[in-house]
């Protein structure tokens, strides 16, 4: 399994980011895809995940009407678009799954929200 996030960068708060996951390695549309992120001296924590089929999808209550998660399986790709973005999304944001028992994580983009 290979996880490669792209898309983070600085940002002006109110402003947006679109983030790409770029999956290979197992049958992508059959798995549940997640975005989770890390601030610094915190814990790493969920911020939306979508099943493999795209029909349910889940938010932390902190994104919630800000931010859409999204995939693509003809791409293998799973999207994280965020509006109004707000210093405090400021965190490493990583891509999730958990194919064949195994969890798998990307390398992580950073997202910097400043003025």
């Known amino acids: 399994v290979q996880l490669v996030e792209s898309g983070g960068g600085l940002v002006q708060p109110g402003g947006s980011l679109r983030l790409s996951c770029a999956a290979a390695g197992f049958t992508f549309s059959r798995y549940a895809m997640s975005w989770y992120r890390q601030a610094p001296g915190k814990e790493r924590e969920l911020v939306a995940a979508?099943?493999?089929?795209?029909?349910?999808?889940n938010y932390a209550d902190s994104v919630k009407g800000r931010f859409t998660i999204s995939r693509d399986n003809a791409k293998n790709t799973v999207y994280l678009q965020m509006n109004s973005l707000k210093p405090e999304d400021t965190a490493v944001y990583y891509c999730?799954?958990?194919?064949?028992?195994?969890?798998?994580w990307g390398q992580g983009t950073q997202v910097t929200v400043s003025s």
């Open positions: 999730y799954t958990y194919v064949s028992q195994k969890t798998s």
């Open positions: 979508v099943t493999g089929a795209g029909r349910s999808i």
